[in-house]
């Protein structure tokens, strides 16, 4: 069974940066299509970047050229450089992967960005 395990997340001032590591408990992402979700306090969980076995990225509209998902195959690690940081970022982050019926999840690391 695969498992994830997120960290890197804290408090952080708006227009700061963070970046938020998933290790793997294996060599996953070729075939596994990778995310980052997160929710808010009073939110419902959403999509905030993924990443699919064939290299292809997507982002929320929210954070399109601010956050950048990317990938270290040999330390099989996910993860989330996150820049420009607004107040309205502040969540829990959770990394997801997906395939076929597996739908798997870390536990989630918090970010908090506030003055």
């Known amino acids: 069974q695969v498992q994830l395990v997120e960290s890197g997340g804290g408090l952080v001032r708006p227009g700061g940066s963070l970046r938020l590591s998933c290790a793997a408990s294996?060599?996953?992402?070729?075939?596994?299509?990778m995310g980052w979700y997160r929710r808010a306090p009073g939110k419902e969980r959403e999509l905030v970047a993924r990443?699919?076995?064939?290299?292809?990225?997507n982002y929320a509209d929210s954070v399109k050229g601010r956050f950048t998902i990317t990938k270290n195959n040999a330390k099989n690690t996910l993860y989330l450089q996150m820049n420009s940081l607004k107040p309205e970022d502040t969540a829990v982050y959770y990394c997801n992967a997906v395939r076929g019926t597996a739908d798997i999840w870390g536990q989630g690391t918090q970010v908090t960005v506030s003055s």
């Open positions: 990443l699919t076995s064939g290299g292809s990225t």
């Open positions: 294996g060599n996953i992402f070729s075939i596994y299509n």
